[in-house]
């Protein structure tokens, strides 16, 4: 499978984006599904995932603000986020596990101004 992200853009603390990712095959079966985000000099972490049964998690930081859903139909997965931060800055990557292998889309640049 290959994961397409796209929606990142630059936004003013406060503004809303949603991201999206699109994956090349169905997902219905894939129950491991997340976003990830990597700001600059810091090591990469988790923001929410999304099983197959739409059970979802989400990191402290993001609780209340992001949202995560799928849509199989689409065979995508989209994470709406609001009330964005500055620290919310990070490249975002979206991540599927299939038979034990992590597969990683190529990432959106988020950008929050001050």
């Known amino acids: 499978v290959q994961l397409q992200a796209s929606g990142g853009g630059l936004v003013q603390a406060g503004g809303d984006l949603r991201l999206s990712c699109v994956a090349s095959?169905?997902?219905?079966?894939?129950?491991?599904m997340g976003w990830y985000r990597q700001a600059p000099g810091k090591q990469r972490e988790l923001v929410a995932t999304?099983?197959?049964?739409?059970?979802?998690n989400y990191a402290d930081s993001v609780k209340g603000r992001f949202t995560i859903s799928r849509d199989n139909a689409k065979n995508t997965v989209y994470l709406q986020m609001n009330s964005l931060k500055p620290e919310d800055t990070a490249v975002y990557y979206c991540?599927?596990?299939?038979?034990?292998?992590?597969?990683w889309g190529q990432g959106t640049l988020v950008t929050v101004s001050s």
């Open positions: 991540r599927v596990k299939v038979r034990g292998v992590i597969v």
């Open positions: 095959r169905s997902i219905l079966s894939i129950n491991d």
């Open positions: 999304i099983t197959s049964g739409g059970s979802t």
